[in-house]
């Protein structure tokens, strides 16, 4: 079945390899939807590594004297 997503190739060790087909069985999915799902939470944690990081620098200049209540926001 053709489609229009972007390919990639990737070379797997063994073991790896053997795990993704595990999974990609026991939840009923290709091996490559299993490393597309496996890639999306990968990246997700990423995100949130990377957000967490920006939080915590900020947090370091936040003064609570100065902050908004919440009802002069909303």
Do not use: C, Q
Request: net charge positive.
């Amino acid at each position: 079945m053709p489609t229009s997503n972007p390919r990639i190739n990737v070379t797997l060790e063994k073991p790896i390899y053997e795990s993704v087909k595990r999974l990609a069985k026991r939840d009923g999915v290709s091996m490559s939807l299993k490393l597309r799902d496996l890639v999306r939470e990968a990246m997700e944690t990423e995100e949130d590594i990377g957000l967490a990081g920006i939080a915590g620098e900020r947090e370091k200049t936040f003064v609570k004297s100065r902050a908004l209540k919440h009802d002069e926001v909303w």
